[in-house]
């Protein structure tokens, strides 16, 4: 039988949900999220671990929700930038600097998701995952495409190593970045700018 809510929930359950997915995702993070516990959780909220079904039916419902709000951020940026009618050269410079701030908005779940989407997408819950990584590398594919065929980008490029060069470069930045550090993500994302594109730009 479903766990009743509590009647004293009041409007500012929501910010309480977001503050407990925060410290979730941290944990999930930290620690995987095989080996993390509801308890695990609630201890790192300090509340105790029946308090946090009031708020969620079960660490699976609050992985999802993690999940699912940083892909929603993420492509609602992505979205932006591949229907605003750039160059191959920009669309990539733009696809690299959403890429940070989405590492800057959603660090815990840029980790979680670069460690556990290979396992969770097998699951029918998570589908979604791979769904996305279609998306991503469609995304990607294209706009390098783009460029070798516009020769923007050299033409002896093997565009699917160089996707996989600049996902991986990117997004394993999650692994160290602090948000509210020395650099800011637009300042991070032109100094990766500049190494790569130094290696794949032509050169006049």
Same mark, same amino acid.
């Given at each position: @039988?479903?766990?009743?809510?509590?009647?004293?929930?009041?409007? #500012?359950?929501p910010?309480?949900?977001r503050e407990l997915? +925060? *410290?979730?995702a941290e944990v999930f993070a930290e620690q995987g999220y095989n080996a993390t516990t509801v308890?695990?959780?609630?201890?790192?909220?300090? @509340?105790?671990?029946?308090?946090?079904?009031?708020?969620?039916? #079960?660490?699976e419902s609050m992985l999802e929700e993690i999940l +699912? *709000?940083?892909?929603?951020?993420?492509?609602?940026?992505y979205d932006a930038v591949l229907d605003a009618g750039l160059g191959p050269r920009e669309t990539l410079e733009a696809l690299v600097t959403e890429s940070f701030r989405e590492i800057d908005r959603h660090r815990a779940a840029v980790a979680i998701?670069?460690?556990?989407?290979?396992?969770?997408?097998?699951q029918e819950r998570f589908t979604f995952l791979a769904e996305s990584q279609r998306r991503f590398e469609k995304a990607w594919l294209s706009t390098l495409e783009r460029g070798v065929a516009g020769r923007v980008f050299r033409d002896d490029l093997d565009v699917r190593l160089t996707y996989r060069f600049v996902r991986d470069t990117v997004w394993v930045a999650a692994s160290w970045y602090r948000p509210g550090g020395q650099h800011s993500p637009e300042e991070?994302?032109?100094?990766?700018?500049s190494m790569v594109l130094d290696g794949i730009a032509v050169r006049a």
């Open positions: @039988m479903p766990t009743k809510k509590n009647p004293q929930v009041t409007a #500012s359950a910010a309480r949900r997915l +925060r *410290t979730a308890r695990t959780i609630a201890d790192h909220a300090g @509340m105790l671990a029946g308090s946090l079904y009031y708020h969620f039916d #079960s660490k +699912r *709000t940083f892909l929603d951020e993420l492509w609602d940026g998701y670069q460690k556990e989407s290979r396992q969770l997408a097998a991070i994302a032109r100094q990766y700018l």
